[in-house]
Structure formats: structure tokens, C-alpha cells
T-cell receptor, first 110, second 119 residues
Framework: TQLLEQSPQFLSIQEGENLTVYCNSS?????LQWYRQEPGEGPVLLVT?????EVKKLKRLTFQFGDARKDSSLHITAAQPGDTGLYLC??????????FGTGTRLTVIP | GAVVSQHPSWVICKSGTSVKIECRSL??????MFWYRQFPKQSLMLMAT?????????EQGVEKDKFLINHASLTLSTLTVTSAHPEDSSFYIC???????????????FGDGTRLSIL
């Protein structure tokens, strides 16, 4: 089982604060993706990282893939209420057969 | 581009009935489609992978006779929950990819999900 553990499971912060979500596994993945999911909707892809040590930025979101390609992190700077949602990491071989992480539910309080 | 449509978006039915959920790729040919199940406040769990024209591959613990998957064309896959019971109530999400096999780097495109409630 290629288990992807995310931490924290729940996070409630004030608008303007920074936060980091972690995604850890004992397995090596050739790529890792981060998604955000709103209630009642499917997950929406935020980013794909493929190279160990890779860092990608998407506005206030910074994604990093671990050197050993077993873990990843998502850092949000100056969180806004619109960032509220369920954040999911997913790893796989290529992009098929994705294994989703346990999820982090983020609430940003105005 | 790369739009995946799921239908219905929600369904409520009585215990014992069968429910069919459709997943369509609207602007690309989906060689591979995936079906996931998501319980409240939990992550997505892969149920099965289907390639067009062949039998679906089910994940461990998923009953293939309970969850019938048909991927008869490159744009349509269906999931039928047979003799549904309250414990089958969940959020079912499909995704579609133009790629095949684990070496493919083609991304998965997700539908908006189907909320199934069995009374």
C-alpha cells in the first residue's frame, strides 16, 4: 500500500497567517500532485512536481518535492478565506494510478 | 479543454435498487478512466481503473460484482452500484486520462462527483 500521510489533518487559521501542509510517504513517486477540493465538487489540480528537490510557486502557494521524492510540502503565505478547502496530495507512477493522501482540511477565518 | 462530466450530480434512492453513474470526457478521448469513492471528511479512495474495451481492474477490497464498471467507448464509462444499501452512500468521483499504463504522464481530469444517498 502506497500510503500518503498528510499533516495536519485539520487546520484553522486567521486571515493573513502563513501555513505549511506536509505530505509524507515511505514510497518513492515519480511525480506528486497537489489538489484543492471544494465541498460537493471534484478535486482541482494545483500543481505537479516531478523532480526531487523541485520548488514551484503559484502566487501565494509554494510547493516543494523532497529530494528523495517521498515527501512534499505546500506553503501558503498570507492565507485568505478563498484558500479554504480540502487539500490533497497524490502520488503515482506517471500521472495514472494516483494514490491520494489523507487530506488536510483548511479553514481561513476572515 | 479536458472537461469531464459526471451524471447525475446527486441521487437518492431506496435500498435494494441499482444506480448507474455516467462519466464522460467531453473534448478528448479517455483511454483510461478511474473511479474513486470519498466518504465524508475523508480522502479519495481509488475503487477501480478501466481501460476502454477491457475489463476494469479493481482495488483490493472493492467488490467487482457490487460495483459494475463498463468502459465501452473512449468517451464514456459507467459505474453501476447494484443492490445499493445505506453503507454504499458516498461521494463517487470519476477521472479520465488520455494515457494508458503506469508509464503515461498524461494527467487525470476529474469530474465534479456524484453524491449517492441510499435510504
Amino acid at each position: 500500500t502506497q500510503l500518503l500521510e498528510q499533516s495536519p489533518q485539520f487546520l484553522s487559521i486567521q486571515e493573513g497567517e502563513n501555513l505549511t501542509v506536509y505530505c509524507n510517504s515511505s514510497s518513492v513517486f515519480s511525480s506528486l500532485q497537489w489538489y484543492r477540493q471544494e465541498p460537493g465538487e471534484g478535486p482541482v489540480l494545483l500543481v505537479t512536481v516531478v523532480t526531487g528537490g523541485e520548488v514551484k510557486k503559484l502566487k501565494r502557494l509554494t510547493f516543494q518535492f523532497g529530494d528523495a521524492r517521498k515527501d512534499s510540502s505546500l506553503h501558503i503565505t498570507a492565507a485568505q478565506p478563498g484558500d479554504t478547502g480540502l487539500y490533497l496530495c497524490a502520488g503515482g507512477r506517471g500521472a495514472n494510478n494516483l494514490f491520494f493522501g489523507t487530506g488536510t482540511r483548511l479553514t481561513v477565518i476572515p | 479543454g479536458a472537461v469531464v462530466s459526471q451524471h447525475p450530480s446527486w441521487v437518492i434512492c431506496k435500498s435494494g435498487t441499482s444506480v448507474k453513474i455516467e462519466c464522460r470526457s467531453l473534448d478528448f478521448q479517455a483511454t483510461t478512466m478511474f473511479w474513486y469513492r470519498q466518504f465524508p471528511k475523508q480522502s479519495l479512495m481509488l475503487m477501480a481503473t478501466s481501460n476502454e474495451g477491457s475489463k476494469a481492474t479493481y482495488e483490493q477490497g472493492v467488490e467487482k460484482d457490487k460495483f459494475l464498471i463498463n468502459h465501452a467507448s473512449l468517451t464514456l464509462s459507467t459505474l453501476t452500484v447494484t443492490s445499493a444499501h445505506p453503507e454504499d452512500s458516498s461521494f463517487y468521483i470519476c477521472s479520465a486520462s488520455p494515457g494508458t499504463g503506469y508509464r503515461s504522464n498524461q494527467p487525470q481530469h476529474f469530474g465534479d462527483g456524484t453524491r449517492l444517498s441510499i435510504l
